[in-house]
């Protein structure tokens, strides 16, 4: 490669907006990172780096489904919620004696399902993905608790059938159902490999598959293609629907994936706040990362660091000594913040750019 | 020259694609009827006609995209039914859009192999990008294009995009290349390069049918020429027989008469100039700023080629950009303009370049789409006076000679013409003293053409000053009274109508001062 194509290649990657983003993202974690080990000194502990490793697993999975529905210029609205009905799903699965593998391919399952759905909804019936995810989330959350109301026991056992009623008055936590043969299986969640977290390897495997599929696969291609420009697309011959389906697809399956973590975690999920919130938090890690709402923008690289600004931004605010009930209020703050600085910078280089 | 003088000669061989006796019909609209066409390899195809003649419906035949309900398609020789724009490219037949089909967040070669990668593993999808990138090297360098298939094609000029499409159209090995008005976004060189290209092309064997607007191209390019009116054919010029003038009444079925601009249009008076504009700068301008008049009842046209600031120097005119330093004047009073509120209340109207982005609400129906900058005196406490937009709306259409089927229609389901004309209705209903027409022309086919420039002439003669960007020669030496080039945001210099020709206008467009 001659010296001329070289210099080109390095032009051409940084004239790249994403590239500006994923510095910027890069930075931001930096300095987080350095405040937080530079006031506390609890923060340098081995203990502290694996819970904020294992909280970025657990939303770094939710968020590379976020990418890939963003990607596609969509929105899913309906993470937290299938979370949610994942955890409780699995939970009654295993209170009822399930093998812990089976049940969580059967949440998968339905995970996957619900992504599917969603995705035809909005290709063949091209209802709007805010509204039909945002549906999604009520019902989905909905679900869930009257799941956890029925008495599944009562309703199985015919020795216990007419015993008494089927659904409860209230709804109520889900557990595991007391089960002391699940160790190994919750080794996934609780566990350690080489003094990383589990979620946080899992998260991992996930991020270099979805690099692979994203950045080296064709399938990539298309869904950045119709992200930005769906009839480019559709008149080159890909199947733009079915690309769109496989995004829902995936980020649903991997919200499922999440809820199965979610449960595992402490052993309980309740149904009216597991996975509460957990949509933004995967939407914020991704824009974070450079992936445009707009849709065709984003790189798995840039989602790892996003994916870490919000566990870090947690963990500071608490080291820092600001009231929980003050949290979010200053995990917004901080987020405006950042998006002005980013936003200054851009301009400042765009400015530079041209002035050259 | 050989090549030209071997294309003309008469073709012999079996045509690569035959049309017989094409009809389509939309509702109860006949969009093609009987229409026939007949391409052989390595020669240029003009297709003209005016908007609505069913140009792009016999490409959209041609492509795939919309199935004829009569006739016969034959490739070379071969009777063929062409069901979807897939099957078209398989037998070889490529299309490309007047908006490009391309994704500008993608590189050069993911573009040029989209959904039809080299890949490996196979159901992995994954992607051969050295191959690829070999491969579009050699497609890039058969038109000509010298950039890197890395580079993201957000970084390229329209001209170069459109070369990536022919590239793109030449890797599917197409025999017949289909353009739609592919210069219609392009600086001059870009066009001349496109037309070398495709002069290229004619000699490997391609069959180009270029489409266009812009006569002087397909007389430059056009080995024959064919012509559709009301959906039907409306006659065929071989190479010799091609002139202007012959076109112009090929399409319109009638001479028209572009009246050249006379002392008599010119409703000059000795009366102060009603713009007077003092070394106004903008961000990006250069040198001092730009100094010009416009007197009441002149057209000054405003020349220079593409990228000269013509645009940008009407956008800060009227407050759509920031103003640097410099003064305006309107009728000898100093304006404050901010924003185009305030230039509008001085009774300034800019008609923009891009009428689908700044000029219309596509969606929005011709009466809204008039009354937008009007409202003021269609409300009564803010409420809408909806009857008085109707009426309105209904003397626009009148006296524009509108075609539309009701002031209720989409601004967006109009002809380009039409739309044109709803743009300098809703700026005209307010009796603007000056107008600043952008691009008055673009895309707009020549009926429309001679009724917009008729309108020119008649709002001068009642005094309404006019300042006409252009970058269209030929307009601007038909309608100006006084010619202002530009290069590079600055004004290299002023043409009276005595000075005028084309060689006095591009020296100065080029830069060398006068």
Known sequence: MSKGESSNMFRTFFSNPTVGRILGVFLLVLVLYGLMVGIEENARSLENHQNIARRIGEWGILTLGAAFVIITGGIDLSIGSVVCLSAVSFGILLENGANPVVAALIVLAGAGLIGLFHGFLITRLNLQPFVVTLCGLFIYRGLAQFLSLIDFKRLLDPALRGTGRILRDSSRDVGVGGRGDLGWFFWLQKGDFLGVPMPMWIFGILALIAAIFLHASVYGRYLFALGHNEQAARYAGVHTNRYKVLAYFLCSLLAGLGGILFLMKINSASPSNAGNWFELYAITGAVLGGTSLRGGEGTIIGILLGTAVLPLLKTLVIFAGIPSDMEFSAIGLALLLGTLADELLRRHSEKARKGA | ?514
């Open chain 2, 1 to 514: 020259m050989t090549v030209a003088t071997s294309a003309m000669e008469p073709p012999v061989q079996t045509p690569l694609l035959e049309v017989e006796r094409i009809s389509k019909r939309y509702g109860g609209a006949q969009a093609l009827s009987g229409v026939g066409l007949r391409l052989y390899a390595g020669e240029v195809v003009a297709l003209i006609g005016e908007n609505g003649a069913g140009k792009s419906t016999l490409m959209k035949i041609l492509g795939g995209i919309v199935i004829p309900d009569e006739g016969e398609i034959r490739i070379v020789g071969q009777p063929v039914r062409l069901s979807s724009p897939s099957q078209a490219m398989d037998l070889g037949i490529s299309l490309i859009h007047q908006e490009l089909n391309l994704a500008d967040n993608l590189s050069v070669e993911a573009n040029l192999f989209l959904g039809r990668e080299l890949t490996w593993g196979g159901p992995l999808g994954l992607a051969r990008g050295k191959a690829m990138e070999a491969k579009s090297r050699e497609l890039l360098a058969r038109v000509g294009l010298n950039v890197s298939p890395l580079e993201r094609l957000s970084n390229l000029t329209p001209g170069q995009k459109q070369l990536v499409e022919i590239a793109r159209s030449l890797s599917m090995d197409a025999r017949v290349l289909i353009m739609d008005e592919p210069t219609s976004s392009l600086a001059q060189k870009e066009t001349d390069r496109l037309l070398e290209v495709i002069r290229e092309l004619r000699q490997q064997g391609v069959c180009v049918v270029y489409i266009s607007h812009r006569l002087r191209e397909v007389e430059a390019v056009a080995d024959r020429v064919v012509g559709l009116r009301d959906g039907k054919n409306a006659g065929e010029m071989t190479r010799a027989q091609i002139n202007y003038a012959a076109m112009v009444q090929m399409m319109v079925g009638r001479e028209v008469d572009l009246h050249q601009r006379n002392a008599a249009d010119s409703g000059a008076s000795d009366r102060g100039p009603v713009l007077r504009v003092e070394k106004l700068r903008h961000a990006l301008s250069r040198g001092e700023g730009v100094s010009l008049e416009v007197r009441p009842g002149e057209i000054v046209g405003m020349a220079g080629l593409v990228g000269a600031g013509r645009t940008e120097f009407a956008e800060t005119l009227f407050g759509i950009r920031p103003r640097v330093s410099g003064q305006v004047y309107l009728e000898g009073q100093l304006g404050k303009i901010q924003r185009p509120a305030d230039a509008i209340a001085l009774g300034m109207a800019l008609v923009p370049e891009d009428r689908r982005q700044h000029g219309l609400i596509l969606a929005e129906s011709i009466g809204g789409n008039i009354a937008l900058p009007n409202l003021d005196t269609h409300q009564v406490a803010r409420l809408l006076r909806f009857s008085k937009i109707r009426h309105t709306a209904h003397q626009g259409v009148t006296s524009l000679r509108i075609r539309t089927t009701g002031i209720a229609k989409p601004a967006g389901q109009l002809s380009g013409g039409n739309q044109q004309k709803v743009v300098l209705y809703k700026w005209l209903h307010r009796q603007p003293k000056l107008l600043i027409l952008d691009e008055p022309t673009r895309g707009v086919d020549v009926g429309a053409k001679k009724e917009i420039y008729d309108l020119m002439h008649d709002l001068t003669r009642k005094g309404v000053g006019i300042l006409m960007i252009s970058s269209d020669l030929e307009e601007i030496l038909h309608l100006s009274d006084r010619v202002v080039v530009m290069h590079e945001h600055q004004k290299t210099g002023e043409l009276t109508r005595a000075q005028l020709s084309e060689e006095s206008i591009m020296r100065l467009a080029t830069g060398s001062q006068s």
